[in-house]
């Protein structure tokens, strides 16, 4: 299994960004996806995640201004960031658990200017 995550970037705050996770070697449809992000000094943390058939959760902080969303023909998850702030600066991750086994991307950081 492999996770690639991309789309960072730095932004002012009040911008928008897309991140992208391409996954292979897994049988994506039926796999919850899930996006970590960890800032300097601080623990990694759930954002958000999206079942295979489309169930979502966010953590309280981004609801109303972060979407989950996926795509099981391209084998891709998407986090679209609106409203960005400050705080939401972190490295972002995507995360599955396949077979039992835990896999993560690589991380794209997100950088947001006051």
């Known amino acids: 299994v492999q996770l690639q995550a991309s789309g960072g970037g730095l932004v002012q705050a009040g911008g928008s960004l897309r991140l992208s996770c391409a996954a292979s070697?897994?049988?994506?449809?039926?796999?919850?996806m899930e996006w970590y992000r960890q800032a300097p000094g601080e623990q990694r943390e759930l954002v958000s995640s999206i079942t295979g058939g489309g169930d979502t959760n966010y953590a309280d902080s981004v609801k109303g201004r972060f979407t989950i969303s996926r795509d099981n023909v391209r084998a891709r998850v998407f986090l679209q960031l609106n409203n960005l702030q400050p705080d939401d600066t972190a490295v972002y991750y995507c995360?599955?658990?396949?077979?039992?086994?835990?896999?993560w991307g690589q991380g794209t950081q997100v950088t947001v200017s006051s």
């Open positions: 070697g897994m049988l994506f449809r039926i796999s919850t």
């Open positions: 995360y599955t658990e396949y077979k039992l086994r835990q896999y």
